[in-house]
């Protein structure tokens, strides 16, 4: 099993980025899909997550109307659309995969958001 996230790095405020997460080793289509954060210090936290279906989302409050996750069933992938960032969206970006008690963490991807 293995999730590799992608498309870190360092954005000004404002700026955007597009995450991505390949999954393989396991039936992508049916796990739902998370993307958690943990910035410097502090613990880790829930992104955003899409249903297996892709026919449901939620978001942290702190990141609705700026963050979009969607994902291709197709290509075993899932994405993170980050517009707007702040500073405060600095941290270390994890992608998950859940299904019933099976869980699966990628090694993360660093997003500074820094003038």
């Known amino acids: 099993v293995q999730l590799v996230e992608s498309g870190g790095g360092l954005v000004q405020p404002g700026g955007s980025l597009r995450l991505s997460c390949a999954a393989s080793?396991?039936?992508?289509?049916?796990?739902?899909m998370t993307w958690y954060r943990q910035p410097p210090g502090k613990e880790r936290e829930l992104v955003a997550e899409?249903?297996?279906?892709?026919?449901?989302?939620n978001y942290a409050d702190s990141v609705k109307g700026r963050f979009t996750i969607s994902r291709d069933n197709a290509k075993n992938t899932v994405y993170l659309q980050m517009n707007s960032l702040k500073p405060e969206d600095t941290a270390v970006y994890y992608c998950?995969?859940?299904?019933?008690?099976?869980?699966?963490w990628g090694q993360g991807t660093q997003v500074t958001v820094s003038s």
């Open positions: 080793g396991f039936t992508f289509s049916t796990y739902v």
């Open positions: 899409i249903g297996s279906a892709a026919g449901s989302t």
């Open positions: 998950s995969a859940r299904a019933s008690i099976r869980r699966y």
